[in-house]
């Protein structure tokens, strides 16, 4: 017996539980597109030059490995708002954001929501239906109490506008409403700038909260600007805003675990307060963040000529994924014979497509074909090579009949 035995099997997780079951798979036809994560055309993990040029730069400094403040890298946490705000936005000028570096988009989503359960105690975070997996495990673990609005709508494969903005309407007064910065995922379908409008307005008329989760920052379009118009359009409107920041895609910093919380407030007094509060909070829970993913993204943007470096690199990420996107569409649309419509995968953004196969046509495509999916039909297209579209077509057209 073992004091344990209460402790029951935790299931595997449905999005790293994938690409365990892909790593015991021999077939050597076998894709991985479960995980978001940016491979080359030959399926290897990137290290971006600029990474390298950068961690260079700090054994050539000899940087030590001192704790950071509870709040992070101060050279980092000015760098992650300014790419975020834009530099002149006068936020920061008026210092009204309280900048608290996290532990990659994960931990500062934890944070926040860490935020609320304790200074907006019975508030709702309002979804998107459907989300991201761990959404729903940060709020559920937080204790903080979530519900659904409508956002892909099958029929079309694209947007539920009216359903969306309706459910905002009925979230009760004060909700937090998250909302995905660009390339939703895992549907890859964003509001457009008009629709954005819309979704601040109804936020404002209900006094709601938008609380942005900012995953894709320059991945999706490969702009660093376009990819936070949505985030700026909201802080432009002079409204409080909370927003998760992660430096996995688009810098490949994964495992760095590197990201921030940013909470824009109405006066400079009020985010004092609260970042003194997002210190609080994440004191008891790991003291204090690492170092080294910070240090990269500070001497990155720090550095003119690495800056131009990354966004470059950050272009041939996103055009590659681009490229991928259209060479499947294209098989798609020559192998299929059924006259179905596919033109919903390139109307789709990011590194996620949104295939519409349901759980039992996702299993198929792993117990015949090797392509390791998440169930709820999403394909990772930075997982995928021009190599390997065909196959893929044809994985998905069989698995659809
Ligand atoms: N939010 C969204 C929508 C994501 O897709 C991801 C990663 O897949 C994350 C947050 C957080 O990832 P990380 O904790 O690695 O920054």
């Given at each position: 017996?073992?004091?344990?035995?209460?402790?029951?099997?935790?299931?595997?997780?449905?999005?790293?539980?994938?690409?365990?079951?892909?790593?015991?798979?021999?077939?050597?036809?076998?894709?991985?597109?479960?995980?978001?994560a940016y491979?080359t055309?030959?399926?290897?993990p990137y290290v971006l030059d600029v990474v390298k040029k950068a961690e260079n730069l700090m054994l050539e400094r000899?940087d030590?490995?001192?704790?950071?403040?509870?709040?992070?890298l101060?050279a980092f946490?000015?760098a992650t708002?300014e790419l975020?705000?834009?530099?002149?936005?006068?936020?920061?000028?008026?210092?009204?954001?309280?900048?608290?570096?996290?532990?990659?988009?994960?931990?500062?989503?934890?944070?926040?929501?860490?935020?609320?359960?304790?200074?907006?105690?019975?508030?709702?975070?309002?979804?998107?239906?459907?989300?991201?997996?761990?959404?729903?495990?940060?709020?559920?673990?937080?204790?903080?109490?979530?519900?659904?609005?409508?956002?892909?709508?099958?029929?079309?494969?694209?947007?539920?506008?009216?359903?969306?903005?309706?459910?905002?309407?009925?979230?009760?007064?004060?909700?937090?409403?998250?909302?995905?910065?660009?390339?939703?995922?895992?549907?890859?379908?964003?509001?457009?700038?008009?629709?954005?409008?819309?979704?601040?307005?109804?936020?404002?008329?209900?006094?709601?909260?938008?609380?942005?989760?900012?995953?894709y920052q320059g991945f999706?379009?490969g702009s660093l600007?376009?990819d936070?118009?949505?985030?700026?359009?909201?802080?432009?409107?002079?409204?409080?805003?909370?927003?998760?920041q992660s430096y996995s895609k688009n810098l490949g910093l994964y495992a760095e675990?590197i990201g921030?919380?940013?909470?824009?407030?109405?006066?400079?007094?009020?985010?004092?307060?609260?970042?003194?509060?997002?210190?609080?909070?994440?004191?008891?829970?790991?003291?204090?963040?690492?170092v080294h993913g910070a240090r990269i993204v500070a001497n990155v943007v720090g550095d003119p000529t690495l800056f131009n470096e990354w966004k470059a690199e950050m272009e041939m990420m996103a055009g590659r994924?681009?490229?991928?996107?259209?060479?499947?569409?294209?098989?798609?649309?020559?192998?299929?014979?059924?006259?179905?419509?596919?033109?919903?995968?390139?109307?789709?953004?990011?590194?996620?497509?949104?295939?519409?196969?349901?759980?039992?046509?996702?299993?198929?495509?792993?117990?015949?074909?090797?392509?390791?999916?998440?169930?709820?039909?999403?394909?990772?297209?930075?997982?995928?090579?021009?190599?390997?579209?065909?196959?893929?077509?044809?994985?998905?057209?069989?698995?659809?009949?």
């Amino acid at each position: 017996v073992s004091r344990f035995d209460g402790v029951t099997m935790a299931p595997p997780d449905p999005i790293l539980g994938v690409s365990e079951a892909f790593r015991a798979d021999t077939n050597a036809m076998k894709l991985n597109l479960g995980v978001g994560a940016y491979r080359t055309e030959e399926l290897q993990p990137y290290v971006l030059d600029v990474v390298k040029k950068a961690e260079n730069l700090m054994l050539e400094r000899g940087d030590n490995k001192e704790y950071l403040p509870i709040e992070g890298l101060a050279a980092f946490n000015k760098a992650t708002a300014e790419l975020l705000f834009g530099a002149d936005n006068p936020v920061i000028k008026q210092q009204r954001v309280a900048t608290v570096q996290g532990l990659s988009g994960t931990g500062s989503l934890r944070l926040a929501a860490a935020l609320i359960e304790r200074y907006f105690p019975g508030a709702k975070v309002v979804i998107s239906s459907p989300t991201w997996g761990n959404h729903k495990n940060i709020f559920n673990d937080a204790r903080v109490p979530w519900s659904e609005y409508r956002y892909y709508d099958p029929k079309t494969v694209g947007l539920d506008f009216e359903g969306m903005i309706s459910d905002i309407k009925a979230a009760p007064d004060g909700s937090f409403v998250l909302l995905h910065g660009c390339a939703h995922n895992p549907t890859g379908i964003d509001p457009t700038p008009e629709q954005w409008e819309k979704i601040a307005d109804v936020i404002q008329e209900k006094n709601h909260i938008p609380f942005f989760d900012v995953a894709y920052q320059g991945f999706a379009s490969g702009s660093l600007d376009a990819d936070a118009a949505s985030v700026r359009l909201f802080v432009a409107r002079d409204m409080e805003v909370l927003i998760a920041q992660s430096y996995s895609k688009n810098l490949g910093l994964y495992a760095e675990r590197i990201g921030a919380i940013n909470v824009v407030c109405s006066s400079a007094d009020a985010a004092t307060r609260v970042k003194s509060q997002l210190k609080r909070l994440a004191r008891p829970m790991y003291s204090n963040p690492p170092v080294h993913g910070a240090r990269i993204v500070a001497n990155v943007v720090g550095d003119p000529t690495l800056f131009n470096e990354w966004k470059a690199e950050m272009e041939m990420m996103a055009g590659r994924i681009k490229n991928v996107r259209q060479k499947l569409f294209d098989s798609l649309s020559a192998k299929d014979k059924s006259g179905k419509d596919w033109s919903f995968i390139l109307k789709q953004i990011g590194m996620f497509s949104f295939t519409g196969l349901n759980k039992a046509q996702s299993e198929h495509m792993t117990n015949k074909w090797h392509v390791y999916m998440t169930k709820d039909g999403r394909i990772s297209l930075a997982g995928l090579s021009l190599a390997k579209c065909e196959y893929l077509a044809d994985a998905i057209i069989d698995s659809f009949h």
